[in-house]
């Protein structure tokens, strides 16, 4: 197995010198962190994933989740993990000193769950629904919910999880059924079902706490009657010992990847004994649940790219080690075989793998600091930062997961047939990432989110702060004599996203909805392909004004000129894609909208 996971240069170049986290310390709640002691962090964070995470990829994929008598049992190291994540503060590190957390940038926990999920991404879930679980109850629960979870949780002493989805609802959240019955006590008896919940039971810790989306008797219809509730697997009792809540685990879902980590059947309420604890006003529970999901969404996002540079640096390591042929050109049968690193369509490969993964880690970053200034902002300025996270969410969710599955299916092909064996991680890096675009909302859904709603809130207010963004970084490039062209690249497609943009919106306010939607999808690469495609301006106009200065070391130079001669790969093999699609997006027939005569069902 690669022994490199990610590349902290690269990350360190991204939170310090391009997006110049350190800068955030200038506010009061990040006052107390400097510049050296958040880069003392992203070292801390990367020495306990190569010591607790790393070694145990393969193993915990290996042995999986077991499932008996109601008992999961999962990988002995997943305690270790939630101990010394929560040892170190790690779960949570973004939250306030009085809820227990160290009052990190969300960037620089972002930057952190990349760490993680590069070196284990079977491992790194369980401490991180458990931090969005306990922000949830930090954010709206009352001071008794507070006092009763979150310093369990953010120790890693009880685990967290988000329980939406059920069975006859799936992702359509206005048909969930389970029930919540206010009782004398000032509790909700709940019962109900609940499906795919991650890190949702398992032997080796203390308690579970689920927040759980249900329905108020006699609530409202749709989303306006849903609620949220802490539902623990074991709850306390008055003389502060636990007993069990009525919450049963049906069983585990065995899954194409991601095996070590546990995602289970639930049943709620089956002796009618299962208490639940509202968070909150009643039938709010979905706006509530929303912040864990955005959040999640973008952990999700950085899985995608986490998972894709691990599968990059293993793929590179095999390409400059593996020898095979000759490069075309030298038939000389007498020399040895050149390495496959050497080969033009090998590199085009390993090229397209580090573009994607630096591209959309930068991206979902940039996401990140939006969070941050959105959050230490007032008045304009904080509402400009919210409308900037807002949009960007969906995106970085979706497209670093579908280009990252792309590149991990890259560095399988780079191995070629060794790539599809067990005896390198290519396959299980593949398997693994293959849940991304499904999670937290399929990248269908996103897509959707992204053109009905996020493009359109507040009259385009969101899209238009974004291309004036994206407007400032191809201006900063066109100065650079070496980057001018590739700036009036991004600017033709930055003109082509917004005539497509409108062009759509014709069609919806002629009323044909399900026809503007219809291709959101294909909206939502051609959006990811310009998005990142800023980002690598953005560095490589770093990059170029870094080696512009001068007096530099070797290394330094080299690593700016990678930058550069990046970017210009991303144009090249990537962001011309743009044409075709925005020619899908404007065509004039409609091929996948439901009509009288459906040739699909003429098949079956």
């Known amino acids: 197995m690669a022994s490199t996971y990610i590349d902290t240069r690269n990350l360190k170049f991204t939170l310090f010198e391009l ?292 599968a990059y640096h293993a793929s590179l390591q095999y390409a400059q080690e593996r020898p095979q042929g000759r490069r075309w050109g030298d038939r000389d049968l007498s020399k040895g075989q050149t390495l496959i690193i050497n080969h033009p369509d090998v590199r085009r490969m390993l090229m397209s793998q580090r573009a994607m993964v630096e591209g959309t880690l930068s991206l979902i970053l940039e996401g990140g600091r939006y969070l941050d200034l959105e959050h230490v902002s007032e008045g304009e300025e904080r509402k400009k930062y919210n409308l900037l996270a807002e949009i960007l969410t969906p995106i970085t969710k979706a497209y670093p997961t579908d280009a990252g599955l792309q590149s991990v299916s890259n560095g399988m092909q780079v191995l070629g047939g060794y790539g599809y064996c067990e005896d390198f991680p290519l396959e299980q890096y593949y398997r693994d990432i293959r849940i991304t675009p499904l999670y937290e909302g399929t990248n269908g859904i996103q897509s959707l989110d992204l053109l009905g709603r996020k493009v359109t809130m507040e009259n385009g207010a969101a899209f238009k702060l974004l291309m004036g963004e994206i407007g400032q970084t191809v201006a900063a490039a066109s100065s650079h004599d070496d980057l001018r062209k590739y700036a009036g690249k991004l600017k033709a497609e930055i003109d082509r996203l917004i005539d497509v943009t409108q062009h759509l919106s014709g069609i919806a306010m002629k009323g044909q909805v399900e026809l503007f939607l219809a291709d959101a999808t294909i909206y939502m690469e051609l959006f990811g392909l310009v998005t990142v495609a800023w980002q690598w301006l953005k560095q490589a106009t770093l990059a170029a004004e870094k080696l512009a200065a001068g007096n530099l070391l070797a290394e330094d130079t080299a690593f700016y000129e990678g930058k550069i001669h990046t970017m210009k790969f991303f144009f090249v093999y990537e962001l011309t894609k743009c044409i075709g699609l925005v020619e899908t997006l404007k065509a004039e027939e409609s091929l996948t909208v439901l009509t009288d005569k459906d040739v699909l069902q003429e098949q079956v």
């Open 19 to 310: 997006l110049k986290v350190q800068e955030l310390c200038q506010y009061e709640f990040f006052a107390d962190h400097e510049h050296e002691t958040l880069e003392m962090m992203i070292d801390s964070a990367k020495q306990i994933a190569d010591e607790h995470f790393f070694p145990f990829l393969e193993e915990a994929d290996r042995k999986g989740v077991t499932y008996e008598n109601g008992t999961v049992t999962v990988h002995p190291q997943v305690k270790k993990v939630m101990e010394v994540m929560g040892e170190n503060g790690w779960i949570g590190p973004t939250f306030s000193y009085e809820d227990g957390g160290m009052q990190l940038p969300h960037t620089l926990g972002l930057a952190a769950e990349f760490i993680f999920n590069a070196a284990n991404n079977n491992f790194a879930g369980y401490p991180g629904l458990t931090a969005g679980a306990a922000k949830l109850i930090a954010s709206f629960g009352s001071d008794e919910l507070k006092a009763a979870f979150i310093e369990k949780m953010t120790t890693g002493k009880w685990q967290g999880t988000m329980a939406l989805t059920e069975p006859q609802a799936g992702s359509s959240l206005s048909d969930i059924t389970t029930s919540a019955t206010p009782m004398a006590d000032g509790t909700y008896r709940i019962s109900g079902t609940k499906i795919f919940i991650s890190s949702g039971d398992y032997t080796d810790i203390e308690n579970v706490v689920h927040l759980m989306l249900a329905r108020i008797d006699d609530a409202p219809p749709g989303t306006k009657g849903i609620s949220l509730f802490v539902v623990p697997k074991h709850r306390m009792t008055e003389g502060g010992n636990l007993e069990y809540n009525d919450v049963t685990t049906a069983g585990v879902f065995h899954k194409m990847g991601q095996n070590g980590y546990a995602t289970v059947h639930l049943v709620m309420g089956e002796k009618d004994d299962c208490h639940g604890y509202l968070v909150g006003e009643a039938n709010r529970g979905l706006s509530y649940m929303f912040q864990m999901m955005n959040g999640a969404r973008l952990a999700v996002g950085m899985t995608g790219t986490a998972i894709a540079s691990a």
